[in-house]
């Protein structure tokens, strides 16, 4: 049987010594092909989650395995190169650097992965205009509304189509119609084998959701 592209096995997180744990030892496979729902009630960890399965974060107890490996036990520069290679990640606020480019502010994290920039600002670009955007490519995000940026966001995570797709409450400041196409566009990352994870407390990404999972 294939591994999933995302897993984690007895997973335990604090933020700090005596503090209070998060996860209960929580099991949970995120299959390719799926959009997971992460719910919970506020203080349950659904954006922490993401973040130690995104390995931003170290788990004091469990494992966080990627394609079958377990990895979040790995050196600091071997974490960075899966984070390049395996992991796309949607903050919650977009979280684009304000003195870039939209186009910039896509391609930058890939280059960490060591892609060639030509071929990044191509599939960027082809990317933006998926989304809708693709005619603010040479704005600067305080030029975009936040529902673009979001978009923006989404096309920076899908940029070299790593297997994982983590999104924490990507839709919690949009309106309904920005809600439908930043869903659309996570929908059709799944349809294409990825495997999308979101951290969210919203009845319309969860009653669109494949799989839910609830701390």
């Given at each position: ?193 990825h495997t999308v994870v979101i951290a969210t407390h919203d009845p319309t990404v969860l009653n669109r959701a494949d799989r839910v999972v609830a701390l």
């Open positions: 049987m294939t591994a999933a592209p995302l897993a984690v096995r007895d997973l335990r997180f604090a933020y700090r010594r005596g503090a209070e744990e998060l996860f209960d030892g929580l099991d949970a496979n995120f299959p390719a092909g799926a959009v997971t729902a992460v719910t919970g009630s506020s203080g349950r960890g659904k954006s922490t989650l993401l973040y130690v399965a995104g390995l931003m974060l170290k788990p004091i107890g469990g494992q966080v395995l990627i394609e079958g490996q377990r990895a979040d036990d790995r050196p600091d520069v071997q974490r960075s190169w899966l984070r390049a290679t395996k992991l796309g990640f949607v903050f919650q606020d977009a979280v684009l650097d304000p003195t870039r480019t939209v186009l910039n502010s896509v391609i930058e994290p890939a280059l960490y992965g060591r892609a060639k920039r030509k071929r990044l600002v191509s599939r960027a670009q082809e990317l933006l205009d998926d989304l809708g955007v693709g005619q603010r490519s040479t704005h600067k995000p305080g030029q975009i509304s936040g529902g673009q940026a979001q978009r923006v966001a989404i096309a920076r995570a899908l940029l070299t189509s790593p297997p994982v797709i983590l999104a924490d409450e990507p839709t919690g400041n949009l309106d309904a119609e920005n809600t439908d196409l930043v869903l659309d566009a996570l929908h059709a990352a799944a349809a294409a084998g």
